[in-house]
């Protein structure tokens, strides 16, 4: 059978043989190529030479085959264009109805027309809807899968089918939500199967659920404020798994929430929002900011993926407020540039700033400020007063003429020992300054020692009112928190004896005999908790990891090939090593010395650091472990040096 037949019987039922039969009746033949004349030896010689067959083909042998593969291939491509039904194919149709609405329940018709002259079979519809969708399937509402499949079988030559997809889409307004529609047919004259595809995009029009702030339109600096979010829906179906996040503009502090937040005091899960229903969340801050300060706040409602972060918005609403203009404005800040929050044993320097902002000139100025500390425990309480945790009070240097009060160790500034105290003029300002020191080492004494800040209250007065002020309150007073991180106390040190394992080989190592150590690692934490801490150290390559730990739980890995040891404590509590053990991770290592480390002291593990955040003020931390050698800590000797190798 010719090659044309082949691909025939391949390619088409037996109903086809026919036809392909009555179409290749004409063929093809090469002309047989021209002998050239042949060479003769005269008739007198009696012995020929041996004839010498060429293996090499001519240039007219190169053409004519060319030319026939070229014929082939041609006659092969014209056979399949030739053999294949005319208008086999079919024509999808993604009917909608226009903008439908967020949540709604949506019937989609899709219509599957055969446009070919012969009948399709094994027809088969796939439909890709978006992910954040839901599916109504036998009365039952579902996640969107993957894809949505349905068997047709046979469609007869110009038949329509329509199949009804019912679906909810979700988004906010003006959001593209795209349906993809593929179609997998077999011509039922033919082996090979096909497809047709076709998309459409459902613009959401309306969003039947809002989302509302309130809060005044004036905001005091330093004074607790009440933000209320509102949202509720008008849908006819519930919107399920529903999420609300909150945006603060700089200078808002986040104190507490009712309900408490989902993530980061900003993301709340509220779960479903059944039709009619409205739901509250409430929520306590502070903002500081300068006099008339635009404050933005903004709200949104939608779905929140934990585990992904990602997040689809179905809603939103922005509102502003201003920080009210004070006649008589105080503000506190540190003067010193700090990267994030206080850091213990910083020396922290003050500058309290005042302006008169009424029209008038003021008299005889008071200024007063109270330094202390407060402590946020774990339960939301917020504690105030008692034995200083990190400041030192005797360290207190006033400038600017200021005293402290020693019978209510205010630090206060007047018209005695301030000459600029004396008149303000309208529109002028001033500032005056004051400092205290930190402690290195917080002293942490019990659980109210943690979460610890620096909080600064500073009042300002004005005996001397105009009469045209005269019944105005022109006192203010201003409260500022200055957050302390916490401090991360880190050790390493090697031990042969007093160690959790059994560690064997001589002390001082010698050449060519194995010693075996136990590494320590020790992390002490003082007044905020630790997250995501990671311990990380490299073996030298003369040492091998023993792959033996204690604690056997600790999250310890090891990578031969970089020689990195890596311990995930994670979560480090506040008063770690203070108030309750330090946490610590052994692991065992050996080495066999080499005859060139003679007199040396070996590495064990070095490039040791330790990372994690300040779970209260959200910086990150880190400390260095200084190189781990073979000079360990628990074996006493005389005259002996049992961290150098031996002969």
Known sequence: MGKIEDLQQELYAKEGDEVVAKRMHRRVFFPERMRSPEAHWSEDEDVRAPTKKNKSLGAGQLILI???????????????????????????????????????????????????????????????????????????????????????????????????ITVRLFGAEGD????????????????????????????????PIAIFLEFPDTLAKGQETEIIVRY?????????????????????????????????SRIWDVGRVDPGKEGVIKIHGTVSGNDAETKAFGAHIGTY??????????????????????????????????????KPGDPLSFAVSYQNNTPFALKNISLQVEVNEVASL??????????????????????????????????????AGTDALRELASEASGVVHFSVNTRARPAVRSDRDQNISVRVRAKITAAGVPQELAGTDLDSEETTDFKVRSLLLTAGQSRWGAAPFVNTGPLPPRVGHKTTYAVLWEIRNFTNDLQEVMVEGTLPPNVRWENTTAPSSARVSYDGASGLVRWSPGIIPAGTGILNPALSLAFQVSVTPADIEVGRVLDLVKNIRVRGKDAFTGDAVESVIQTVTTSVVDVQTTGVRLDTVAP
């Open 305 to 342: 993926n934990i585990v992904t972060k990602e997040w689809k918005q179905y809603a939103q609403v922005a509102r502003e407020a201003h920080i009210a203009v004070t006649p008589l404005a105080v503000h506190s800040a540190l003067t010193q540039v700090h990267e994030g929050s206080i």
């Open 378 to 415: 774990a339960t939301g309480v917020t504690l105030a007063g008692g034995e200083p945790s990190v400041l030192i009070p005797i360290s207190l240097q006033i400038g600017d003429g200021g005293v402290v009060d020693g019978t209510t160790h205010l630090v206060r500034w007047t018209p």
């Open 232 to 264: 509720s829906s008008q849908a006819r179906d519930t919107f399920p798994a529903m999420a609300v996040m909150v945006d603060y503009p700089p200078g808002f502090t986040f104190l507490s929430a009712e309900p408490a937040p989902l993530v980061e």
């Open 66 to 164: 060319g030319l026939g593969v070229f014929l082939l291939i041609g006659a092969v491509v014209a056979a399949i264009f030739y053999f294949i039904p005319r208008g086999v194919g079919v024509e999808i149709t993604i009917r909608d109805n226009g903008p439908v609405e967020s949540g709604e329940v949506v019937t989609i018709p899709i219509s599957i027309r055969n446009t070919s002259s012969v009948a399709l079979e094994n027809a088969d519809l796939s439909v890709v809807v978006p992910p954040s969708a839901l599916v109504k399937e036998n009365g039952l509402e579902i996640s969107a899968p993957p894809r949505i499949l349905r068997h047709i079988g046979t469609i007869r030559a110009g038949e329509e089918v329509v199949v009804d």
């Open 176 to 207: 593209e939500e795209t349906i993809e529609v593929d179609v997998l047919y077999q011509p039922e004259n033919l082996k090979a199967r096909f497809s047709a595809k076709q998309k459409k995009k459902f613009i959401i029009g309306r969003v």
